[in-house]
């Protein structure tokens, strides 16, 4: 099932850093940043991160939860999460469930040969649980002031 803004999220359920479990219903009562990226400890998404990361109480204060999503397993995770101090969890899509709910997987063209790539998206759910905003294809420079308006003009709204 597709995800479509101003809709509820499917049901999902995924492993997160620090035990967590984070379903479409864990969290409801908060707004939930989730941003999927490609890898690991590559240039752009520790870009990403560390933009998230020195955001992060701005996030808090607006009243969002961030999450970061990747194919990555847990064990890539806490050392991607260690390295860079990262103040918010990490979701394991080891088996693609989310990446593909969400949308998120793309044909790429890496160097020269195609593979299946995460095409890096933002996605921005509501406290009802319902998306209220999303980023596809994204490029990492501005992004994160870009979704943090987005969070605050939500709790403006509430």
């Known amino acids: 099932m597709a995800i479509v803004v101003n809709k509820p999220i499917p049901e999902f359920e995924s492993n997160a850093t620090g035990g967590l479990k984070v379903s479409n219903t864990s969290h409801l009562g908060h707004v939930l940043v989730m941003y999927f990226y490609p890898k690991d400890n590559t240039p752009g998404c520790t870009t990403e991160a560390m933009q998230f990361r020195d955001h992060y109480k701005d996030f808090v204060k607006a009243g969002a939860t961030v999450f970061g ?12 999460k260690a390295k860079l101090e990262l103040p918010f969890e990490l979701i394991a899509d080891t088996e693609e469930k989310m990446c593909h709910m969400f949308g998120v997987v793309k044909n790429k063209i890496m160097y020269g040969k195609k593979v299946k790539g995460i095409e890096r998206s933002t996605f921005l759910i509501g406290a009802d649980g319902v998306l209220k905003a999303e980023w596809r294809g994204l490029k990492v420079p501005g992004h994160v002031e870009d979704v943090l308006k987005a969070v605050k003009a939500l709790k403006k709204a509430a």
Not at 69 to 80: A, E, L, Q, T
Request: net charge negative.
């Open 69 to 80: 999503v990747s194919r990555d397993n847990m064990k890539s995770h806490d050392d991607f």
